[in-house]
């Protein structure tokens, strides 16, 4: 059974679109995470950004279901929300190694 998956998974190019599902939907919000705690202070605090960042994937979601233009998806809307989250840490190690390279320089 293991090879007959193995087969029906490689030829119908269902592992080619879990990995470009999986990989677009977690890049597709990595630049939220990076860039708006810097522009917005008040998505400093993690709670804030990602009850923003969920407001914002829902009303994308909802878009999608009401125009026909895409389906609604939960596992969308989990791994939007951990692209945003790694763009978030990603962003909070910079701004931590740029505060220790200022006060080094001083």
Not at 69 to 81: F, K, T, W
């Amino acid at each position: 059974i293991s090879a007959q998956f193995e087969r029906v998974w490689d030829d119908s190019g269902l592992a080619r679109h879990c990995v470009i599902n999986l990989v677009g939907n977690v890049i597709t919000f990595l630049p939220f995470g990076l860039l708006m705690p810097s522009i917005w202070k008040k998505l400093a605090s993690v709670l804030r950004f990602v009850l923003c960042m969920s407001a914002l994937i829902v009303l994308i979601e909802l878009i999608q279901l009401f125009t026909l233009l895409g389906s609604l998806d939960i596992d969308d809307y989990i791994l939007n929300i951990i692209g945003a989250l790694i763009g978030f840490y990603i962003n909070r190690a910079v701004c931590v190694i740029i505060k220790k390279i200022k006060s080094d320089g001083r």
